[in-house]
């Protein structure tokens, strides 16, 4: 219990020091006659100065160095780390994730290995890219055709579109060709587009290299920067015709021929009127024997006998289709001088022919090849001036420098 407190007890230890005055120490003992708490303090503060004063055995220097020894110990101990309950706190959450984050760590592992497990059983051979070497062919929209490789040939059968072709140089041997129903352009290390329509060749530009056209039974190469169009209809007509005239004519089955038999006087009528003939010729024709034949002859029936239809003709290039292949010979070989020489010649003897817009537009290729830069740019212009209509006029405008 806790001794309940009196508004004096502060005067019990300055009434003992003597630092209060007469009149106020009069009162302060008559108070400690009847305040019990003063009172007890009062005893408390004399006990504490008898004891005080009391006398004590000297220290020895032995134990005076063992108290201060055990003063040192006491101020330079440690005290004992008391964890407090927050610090708990921290230190349990802080263990609870780690052990959280090794488990999700340890467990992602174990699924990522799972999973690429699965992944690779379900997974298919990646299609094989395509090569540096190999001919590219991007299609436009509407494009329709189909592509086969063999052994050293990549053949492309256009049907309709266009077909935009980038290649680089084939090995040895290789061969990348696009066909159509009416043309042939076999690529040399070049970049072209090439259109058609329903299954027909339409048009040919050469942006690098070169490209062979075999179309209407004659032989194009198409330089770099040129371009070749279909000329019409008259070198489809000549080329169905070709094709026409090589299919053999079906052969007939033989059937044999039973006439009917005629009445007895127009065959006796006959057989006299060859007698007679004959008599005129051949005293001796009246044998019986002949005349046994004859009237057999027209009351049996005679033997069967096949026909067979005649080989077709061999089909003999013409004049004009020699001087067209002589010229793009030349030109193959490069021999440009020569080359232009025949393409003018064949413009000038065969100027109907389906050919001589291109044979004109070669000889200007010819002559600029050939070094001829002015001659070519008179041949370009002299192009452009007499076929207003003709398949090379682009490339004709830029050599002639318009």
């Known amino acids: 219990m806790t001794s309940p407190e ?8 300055a009434l003992r020091d003597g ?20 009172a007890g303090l009062a005893r408390d503060l004399t006990r504490i100065g008898d004891a005080v004063r009391a006398p004590r055995e000297r220290a020895t220097q032995l134990s005076h160095q063992r108290a201060r020894v055990s003063l040192l110990e006491r101020a330079t101990a440690l005290p004992t780390p008391r ?34 497990v699965a992944l690779a059983l379900h997974m298919s051979v990646p299609p094989r890219l395509q090569s540096a070497s190999e001919p590219q062919v991007r ?68 942006e690098q290299g070169t490209a062979e056209v075999q179309y209407a039974g004659f032989t194009a190469v198409i330089p770099a920067g040129g371009s070749w169009r279909a000329t019409g209809d008259a070198a489809v007509e000549a080329a169905d015709k070709e094709k026409s005239a090589a299919i053999p004519a079906p052969e007939p089955t033989s059937s044999a021929v039973v006439p009917s038999a005629p009445a007895k006087g127009k065959t006796s009528s006959r057989a006299a009127a060859v007698r007679g003939s004959r008599g005129m010729s051949d005293p001796s024709s009246d044998t019986p024997n002949e005349n046994v034949m004859e009237e ?15 080989p077709p003709p061999v089909r003999v290039p013409s004049a004009a289709s020699r001087a067209f292949a002589d010229a793009m010979a030349s030109l193959r070989r490069g021999n440009y001088a020569d080359c232009a020489d025949k393409f003018e010649q064949f413009v000038s003897t065969y100027p109907a022919d389906a050919r001589a817009d291109e044979a004109d537009y ?12 002015a001659e070519a740019v008179a041949a370009a212009k002299r192009y452009l001036a007499t076929r207003p209509k003709g398949a090379h006029r682009a490339d004709a405008e830029r050599m002639a420098g318009n």
């Open 6 to 13: 009196c508004p004096w007890m502060n005067l019990v230890e």
């Open 19 to 38: 630092r209060l005055g007469p009149q106020e120490g009069a009162s302060m003992e008559r108070h400690l006659k009847s305040c019990a708490v003063c």
């Open 83 to 116: 964890v407090s309950f927050g610090k708990a706190r921290f230190v349990l959450a802080a263990a609870t994730l780690g052990i959280a984050g090794a488990f999700g760590f340890f467990g992602g592992q174990w699924t990522a290995t799972t999973s690429r």
């Open 296 to 310: 057999s002859s027209w009351t049996g029936t005679p033997p069967s006998a096949p026909t067979f239809a005649p």
């Open 362 to 373: 070669l000889r200007a290729v010819a002559l600029q090849r050939a070094g001829r830069t």
């Open 139 to 206: 299609p436009s929209d509407d494009a329709r055709f189909t592509r086969n490789r063999s052994a050293g040939l990549d053949e492309v059968i256009l049907e309709d579109g266009a077909l935009d072709v980038a290649r680089s140089r084939l090995a040895a041997g290789e061969r990348f060709v696009v066909r159509t129903k009416d043309a042939q352009i076999e690529v040399r290390a070049t970049a072209l587009r090439i259109e058609a329509k329903e299954g027909r060749i339409r048009s040919v530009a050469v």
